[in-house]
């Protein structure tokens, strides 16, 4: 699993739009939209992500979206590997904002179990979009996840982008494109311990530099990426599903505050209305009950037993 490194210095270079855009001639059936593979045309680009921009939806306007796909080819539009794909059997995190401005759209978002192109799941989009809310504005739907957001780019291949729409109650104008945007960033990194210890490195140098101690504050991870939330009825709060990645989380960061003897504290030790937050100790949402986070609690023993 791959990410920018810093999504901070990205900068957005280019954006490929797909060659088609929902035919409203055809409401309430399955379409695909899609482009003839483009050239990246830039050396500077390493970065894409995939966005679909949405305008001239009405109040009472349904857009159902499947399947979306951004494939890699060679100049000679030979298929080398889909780079980004998502039929939504995972719950990833999607919003809609107003294209170039960070405001939440009017538009809605919402997961669908039933209705789907392919099998249950979809995302469904209600509610207006562009001229009825902001003129000249599109709205774009993009992952929240950053870790499945953004999929390297080869500049000197081509991508094709690739969505099923379905819209129910189009205006004459409401249109759908999908689009692959283009950026430059400074690299990538691997979500792993050398992904962690490159955020902590530069304070570890500063530190060495003026010698002077650092505390690192306020690491932590939420309680789900060790166990899931399930029912409280019957007095269970968490199932154990193995590891979720907090596991190796805690254990990475805790070596590399070991390694280079840094002072540090974990967010949060205990808080009684926090459940699924990032403490030790949570407790259910009327205060009652406090549980352990077990895997946290034996981690910190071995973390202080070394001293």
């Known amino acids: 699993m791959i990410m ?6 990205m900068k957005y270079l280019n954006g490929v739009y797909g060659a088609d855009k929902y035919n409203n001639g055809s409401a309430n059936t399955w379409q695909v939209l899609t482009n003839t593979p483009a050239a ?3 050396s500077n680009i390493n970065i894409g992500d995939m966005d ?6 009405a109040s009472n306007t349904t857009v159902t979206i499947d399947e979306i796909k951004v494939s890699e080819y060679d100049q000679s539009n030979n298929f080398i590997k889909d780079v980004f794909f998502d039929d939504f059997s995972s719950d990833y995190s999607y919003q809609i904002l107003e294209e170039g401005t960070g405001v939440i759209s009017g538009a809605q978002i919402q997961n669908s179990t039933n209705g789907g192109y392919s099998g249950g799941n979809a ?13 000249g504005v599109d709205d774009a739907v993009m992952s929240r996840d950053w870790n499945t957001r953004y999929f390297k780019i080869d500049p000197n291949n081509k991508y094709q982008i690739t969505i099923r729409v379905k819209i129910q109650n189009p205006g004459p104008d409401t249109t759908v494109k999908p689009m692959i945007g283009y950026y430059h ?3 990538f990194a691997s979500l792993n311990k050398s992904y962690l210890e490159s955020y902590v490195q530069p304070y570890i140098d500063y530190s060495n530099q003026k010698n002077v101690p650092i505390f690192i504050g306020e690491y932590g991870v939420t309680s789900w990426c060790f166990k899931e ?5 019957d007095g269970t709060l968490y199932t154990n599903l193995g590891n979720l990645g907090g596991e190796q989380y805690i254990d ?3 070596s590399i505050i070991s390694d280079n003897k840094l002072n540090s504290s974990y967010w949060a030790y ?4 926090g459940v699924g937050s990032f403490e030790l100790y949570s407790g259910d949402y009327n205060g009652n009950k406090l549980y352990k986070n077990e895997y946290l609690e034996n981690a910190f023993m071995n973390y202080f037993s070394k001293f």
């Open 270 to 273: 205990s808080s009684p209305y």
């Open 252 to 254: 990475d960061m805790l």
């Open 123 to 135: 995302k469904i989009i209600q509610g207006p979009t562009g001229p009825n809310v902001n003129p």
């Open 52 to 57: 679909i921009l949405l305008n001239n939806l």
């Open 229 to 233: 939330l399930t029912s409280m009825s």
């Open 185 to 187: 960033g400074d690299g």
């Open 4 to 9: 920018p490194f810093s999504t901070t210095n």
């Open 40 to 42: 990246v045309s830039d």
